[in-house]
């Protein structure tokens, strides 16, 4: 399977018995399948049977199944003739005309105009719903090729952008120690300069309490099996994966948010903010994710 987007768009046509039928299925995104139909009431008994079909290939999303039937022009097979009733004019008109020398004879072209002559054939029932069952499963193939597509390019881009995140936090992570030296050397200059006469229990009282707000193991432990969990998803994953990775981006932007607090120089300010300009990014995609 492949990442599949909720936005898609597919149409199918055909002929039934002199109809024309025209089906189009588009989707936009939705947090559940909300499938609403546009169909002529002759179709309505079918509603439940495609919101089925529909359903068995679609998770998420807001989709709309449109639906119109119109008369092929100029087709035997849409019109009949009401030939009880031709019969019945021809027959009027002639008893009249031999009563009345004045009437005309009733031409084709009069009798065709008669209410009724002309009528529209009945189209079977059945007939119809397999026509439109066969074209709403056509349509379904390409409406999911479609999201398929599309997905195709949201996985590229969450990718992209987990790759750079993997980089900026392993930049970060070997990084850090010097910066946490640079920041102890400049913690115990302050020290020394305000309390001349300061004792080396004070300043280690003061070193832990550093430490424990410079300790960022965890957040960057956690941070790179957040990116690697979003990464397998988005590789190997069975079914829907839109919510998943939405909750996996809310603690990812956590974890960001946890690192900037405990910011001990200007690069870790730096890549906090990096770090959540592409969860933002990636967080945009995911809206759009089945």
Same mark, same amino acid.
């Given at each position: 399977m492949t990442v599949r987007s909720m936005t898609g768009f597919a149409n199918a046509s055909g002929e039934c018995a002199g109809k024309r039928i025209d089906l189009e299925i588009r989707s936009v995104n939705h947090r559940f399948l909300d499938t609403q139909f546009k169909i002529p009431d002759d179709l309505r008994s079918l509603e439940?049977?495609?919101?089925?079909?529909?359903?068995?290939?679609?998770?998420?999303?807001?989709?709309?199944?449109?639906?119109?039937?119109?008369?092929?022009?100029?087709?035997?097979?849409?019109?009949?003739?009401?030939?009880n009733l031709v019969a019945e004019l021809a027959d009027l008109n002639a008893k009249w005309r031999k009563k009345h020398d004045d009437l005309a004879k009733l031409s084709v072209a009069d009798i065709l105009r008669f209410p009724g002559v002309i009528a529209s054939a009945d189209v079977d029932g059945d007939e119809l719903a397999d026509a439109v069952m066969r074209l709403l499963v056509q349509a379904l193939d390409d409406f999911v090729a479609s999201r398929e597509r599309e997905g195709e390019k949201l996985h590229a881009h969450i990718v992209e952008r987990l790759d750079l995140m993997d980089s900026i936090v392993s930049a970060l992570?070997? %990084? /850090?120690?010097?910066?946490?030296?640079?920041?102890? *050397?400049? =913690? +115990?200059?302050?020290?020394?300069?305000?309390?001349?006469?300061?004792?080396?229990?004070?300043?280690?009282?003061?070193?832990? %309490? /550093?430490?424990?707000?410079?300790?960022?193991?965890? *957040?960057? =432990? +956690?941070l790179h099996g957040h990116i690697t969990e979003v990464r397998r998803i988005v590789d190997e994953h069975n079914g829907t994966i839109g919510k998943r990775l939405d909750f996996l981006m809310q603690e990812l932007n956590r974890e960001a948010n946890t690192l900037g607090s405990k910011a001990i120089a200007t690069e870790c300010t730096q890549v906090s903010v990096e770090l959540k300009v592409l969860i933002e990014q990636m967080r945009e995609q995911v809206q759009n994710i089945e």
């Amino acid at each position: 399977m492949t990442v599949r987007s909720m936005t898609g768009f597919a149409n199918a046509s055909g002929e039934c018995a002199g109809k024309r039928i025209d089906l189009e299925i588009r989707s936009v995104n939705h947090r559940f399948l909300d499938t609403q139909f546009k169909i002529p009431d002759d179709l309505r008994s079918l509603e439940g049977a495609m919101r089925e079909l529909i359903s068995s290939k679609v998770s998420r999303g807001k989709l709309e199944c449109r639906i119109q039937l119109n008369n092929l022009p100029n087709s035997a097979a849409s019109l009949h003739i009401n030939h009880n009733l031709v019969a019945e004019l021809a027959d009027l008109n002639a008893k009249w005309r031999k009563k009345h020398d004045d009437l005309a004879k009733l031409s084709v072209a009069d009798i065709l105009r008669f209410p009724g002559v002309i009528a529209s054939a009945d189209v079977d029932g059945d007939e119809l719903a397999d026509a439109v069952m066969r074209l709403l499963v056509q349509a379904l193939d390409d409406f999911v090729a479609s999201r398929e597509r599309e997905g195709e390019k949201l996985h590229a881009h969450i990718v992209e952008r987990l790759d750079l995140m993997d980089s900026i936090v392993s930049a970060l992570e070997e %990084l /850090f120690p010097s910066l946490l030296n640079a920041h102890m *050397e400049r =913690s +115990r200059h302050r020290l020394a300069e305000a309390v001349s006469n300061i004792d080396d229990d004070r300043l280690k009282l003061e070193f832990a %309490l /550093f430490m424990q707000k410079a300790d960022v193991d965890e *957040e960057f =432990s +956690r941070l790179h099996g957040h990116i690697t969990e979003v990464r397998r998803i988005v590789d190997e994953h069975n079914g829907t994966i839109g919510k998943r990775l939405d909750f996996l981006m809310q603690e990812l932007n956590r974890e960001a948010n946890t690192l900037g607090s405990k910011a001990i120089a200007t690069e870790c300010t730096q890549v906090s903010v990096e770090l959540k300009v592409l969860i933002e990014q990636m967080r945009e995609q995911v809206q759009n994710i089945e």
